[in-house]
């Protein structure tokens, strides 16, 4: 029997309707400390209404130097929770699913945003950052390795289904896996084994936070696309790791900040050959694991998924973007598979959420106000 996108899938112990996945998304609909606001959970209201499988979050700093923009959530103090319950309410009140994206900056931020030097792997001047970072010593790596563990474990007592270790784009995580950022000559630094380790003794801390049958997953890059930097070679040796430490799902994506046209969440995603950047990553990670692989990267079209689905490249497709224009685009694909997705991928979307108004689709905003104008 061919599989569906609207099967129901595990991951771990938990059971999802649909094999889409909203991917973890900037909203900045929070206060200053990182407390989401009612605004965030009208819109994963929206979501769960609109068909999703599964929410992710924005990324979550679980250090207050981990912050990069604005409206960040946090899930760095206890005090914190409650105001984070209300957002699984809000979801599981919808019969949703939702999990809590964990991230540290590191040296993608700035001493204006966090109030002190940023700080990362090694000291290096690089087009990922703004400012040259200070280099963390041993103390403040085991440090941080539980912030991320103590994170997770607020986000079990909020009453998150799970969560998502973020492990791309350019932040701390990956900065310790790639040799472009990562040049340090302890136990954190020169080999591949050396450079996953703070993202093994993360996941270590995590699971004795959480205990084993709850959820955790990443999201992995596969590639810096940058030259001499992480490469999907190594990408697949520590998913088989991860796997191995009991991860449960793999979200592939690829790029930094720095990569130029090659960055995640790219622009002129106009035609179905655009669709789907990721997928050779995700195709090549999926041959090495036996668990659940999340596909993101340009997805727009239906007829795209599934062909990605039954040539078994992923498992699970994630997207964003789209979602931001049209919240029920999940539910439209139900109904008409021929529907593709009005996004036309132009990142207008978040410049409103550096204005502190949180994100919303500029284009479909304009669109509206031009058609109640009345001529």
């Not at 061919?2 to 991917?23: A, M, Q, T, Y």
């Not at 622009?267 to 668990?291: H, L, P, S, W």
């Not at 931001?324 to 694909?333: A, D």
Request: hydrophobic share 35%; net charge neutral.
């Amino acid at each position: 029997m061919e599989k569906s996108l609207f099967d129901n899938v595990p991951i771990g112990s938990l059971k999802l309707p649909n094999r889409l996945v909203r991917s973890a998304t900037w909203e900045g609909m929070c206060d200053d400390d990182g407390a989401p606001t009612p605004k965030l959970a009208a819109l994963y209201r929206a979501l769960v209404r609109g068909g999703v499988g599964l929410i992710t979050t924005g990324y979550t700093f679980v250090r207050p130097d981990g912050k990069q923009l604005p409206g960040k959530m946090g899930i760095h103090r206890d005090e914190l929770v409650p105001a984070l319950a209300e957002i699984t309410q809000a979801v599981h009140g919808e019969g949703g699913r939702i999990f809590c994206q964990l991230v540290h900056a590191g040296g993608q931020t700035s001493t204006k945003t966090i109030g002190s030097p940023p700080v990362a792997p090694s000291a290096l001047s690089s087009p990922h950052y703004s400012e040259i970072p200070r280099e963390l010593n041993p103390e403040e790596i085991t440090d941080l390795v539980q912030c991320f563990a103590q994170g997770a474990r607020r986000a079990k007592q909020a009453g998150f289904d799970g969560v998502q270790i973020h492990g791309a784009h350019g932040y701390l995580i990956n900065q310790f896996l790639s040799p472009l950022t990562n040049r340090r000559t302890d136990a954190y630094g020169g080999s591949l084994e050396n450079r996953m380790r703070f993202l093994e003794e993360v996941l270590r801390s995590i699971r004795e936070q959480v205990g084993p049958s709850y959820p955790v997953t990443i999201k992995l890059t596969a590639s810096d696309n940058l030259s001499d930097g992480f490469e999907v070679e190594e990408a697949v040796l520590v998913a088989c790791r991860l796997e191995e430490l009991g991860i449960e799902a793999i979200e592939v994506s690829s790029g930094t900040a720095a990569s130029g046209e090659m960055n995640p969440v790219r622009q002129g995603i106009d035609a179905r050959g655009k669709e789907g950047y990721n997928a050779d990553f995700a195709a090549t990670i999926k041959r090495a694991v036996r668990i659940p692989v999340i596909l993101v990267g340009g997805l727009r079209s239906t007829p795209v998924l599934q062909q990605l689905l039954s040539a078994g490249k992923a498992d699970l497709f994630a997207l964003s973007r789209p979602l931001i224009r049209e919240p029920n685009l999940v539910n439209q694909w139900k109904t008409s598979l021929d529907h593709r997705a009005t996004c036309i991928s132009c990142n207008g979307c978040f410049r409103p959420g550096l204005k502190r108004g949180g994100i919303y689709c500029v284009v479909d905003k304009i669109e509206r106000e031009n058609s109640n104008v009345q001529i």
